[in-house]
């Protein structure tokens, strides 16, 4: 309840899960605060049932690995990964693991061993697996809740089924055999959710409307949102390996949310500047550019516009594969007790296949 009552979780409420896509679905609202709270509730269910299989979890453990899904979002700036790179160039989980360490200097060490099981460094791998591989609970939460508030069921999963078809063997974390197919719909719906929500045209193009307009006023003047968070996120570009520069960098990136960007957009609504203005106000009226999907390269494949300047014209290539096997592989215990990898399954391989996706902006 401390680390949930402290500000730097707090400000998850204030973080849409799925950024701009709710200008496609419009009931996509829900925030990375209940997508933490689903995923802490899912470990708990799953280290609940691990112990009951005999597997030994320490009281330590199970907080620490709870504490470790429960702030492993905390590192997401203004509308999760749309902004990412483009107010500081530092991967989330980089941000996370810096703002963990600042919550564990302020609780005097109570995040020592969560830390250890959010990085992977625990022996017991399982722990980290759950909370990071191809088969995790945070996958298992944003799934299905965000299939349940864009609207989309293909996108449902079988969570209980899959936490009950847990197992361990040497520390790494498996499921039996007989769950298969419920893996198969996993990520199945992995698949059409990526396809149908996540890599939907209309978000993408407002998404890369915001990284334009960000990088435009960047070169154009200073920024004028009205946010001193803002401000300084997006003035520290150099030295976050010094500990001091690092710190303050934390103490305003955790001030800032989803409500600082529409605060920039109603700024530059009417900048001198017409692209600036057009574009802010695109953002706001929802009044976005088109966008044309293709399943095949078009004849000229390159860019055309220039960021910054245009985005008509401008052509782009998204890759997605359902199941990657070099990302690490979902272990299978087969009924005669050998442990494989999925990607052994031949009728499955459909799911590693990739797929391509180009879209050039109208």
């Known amino acids: 309840m401390r680390l949930i009552e402290h500000p730097y979780f707090q400000r998850l409420r204030r973080i849409k899960q799925l950024g701009l896509t709710h200008y496609v679905y419009?009931?996509?609202?829900?925030?990375?605060?209940?997508?933490?709270?689903?995923?802490?509730?899912?470990?708990?269910?799953?280290?609940?049932?691990?112990?009951?299989?005999?597997?030994a979890i320490s009281q330590e453990e199970f907080e620490a690995a709870q504490m470790a899904i429960l702030l492993h979002d905390i590192g997401h700036g203004p509308f999760s990964h749309v902004l990412e790179h483009s107010l500081v160039n530092v991967h989330h989980e980089t941000i996370t693991l810096w703002m963990m360490e600042s919550l564990n200097r302020s609780f005097g060490g109570m995040?020592?061993?969560?830390?250890?099981?959010?990085?992977g460094r625990h022996p017991k791998k399982f722990l980290h697996q759950l909370i990071s591989s191809q088969l995790d609970v945070d996958r298992l939460d944003y799934l299905?809740?965000?299939?349940?508030?864009?609207?989309?069921?293909?996108?449902?999963?079988?969570?209980?089924?899959?936490?009950?078809m847990m197992d361990v063997s040497d520390q790494n974390l498996i499921l039996e055999e007989k769950s298969i197919y419920t893996i198969e719909k996993f990520?199945?719906?992995?698949?059409?959710?990526?396809?149908?929500?996540?890599?939907?045209?209309?978000?993408?193009?407002?998404?890369?409307?915001?990284?334009?307009?960000?990088?435009?006023?960047?070169?154009?003047?200073?920024?004028?949102?009205?946010?001193?968070?803002?401000?300084?996120?997006?003035?520290?570009r150099e030295g976050l390996e010094?500990?001091?520069?690092?710190?303050?960098?934390?103490?305003?990136?955790?001030?800032?949310?989803?409500?600082?960007?529409?605060?920039?957009?109603?700024?530059y609504r009417d900048h001198p500047d017409p692209q600036i203005a057009a574009w802010a106000a695109a953002l706001l009226d929802r009044t976005l550019s088109k966008i044309e999907i293709t399943h095949q390269p078009p004849p000229d494949v390159q860019n055309e516009g220039k960021v910054g300047e245009t985005l008509k014209g401008q052509r782009f290539k998204i890759d997605f594969t359902a199941y990657d096997p070099e990302e690490g592989e979902i272990m299978i215990r087969q009924k005669n007790?050998?442990?494989?990898?999925?990607?052994?399954?031949?009728e499955f391989s459909y799911l590693m296949q990739k797929i391509s996706r180009y879209y050039t902006v109208k």
């Open 26 to 55: 419009p009931g996509a609202v829900h925030t990375r605060f209940n997508h933490a709270l689903g995923a802490y509730h899912l470990m708990t269910e799953a280290l609940l049932h691990l112990q009951q299989k005999g597997h």
């Open 111 to 119: 995040l020592d061993l969560a830390i250890e099981v959010f990085q």
């Open 144 to 164: 299905k809740r965000d299939s349940f508030y864009t609207g989309v069921v293909e996108g449902n999963i079988g969570i209980d089924r899959l936490i009950l």
């Open 187 to 236: 990520l199945s719906s992995r698949r059409i959710m990526y396809l149908q929500v996540y890599l939907h045209k209309t978000a993408l193009i407002a998404e890369k409307t915001l990284r334009a307009l960000l990088h435009r006023i960047g070169e154009a003047d200073q920024l004028r949102t009205g946010s001193v968070a803002f401000n300084e996120v997006t003035g520290i």
């Open 242 to 267: 010094n500990q001091s520069q690092r710190e303050k960098f934390i103490a305003h990136f955790a001030r800032l949310d989803d409500i600082d960007v529409w605060a920039l957009l109603k700024n």
């Open 337 to 346: 007790g050998l442990i494989v990898p999925l990607s052994s399954y031949s």
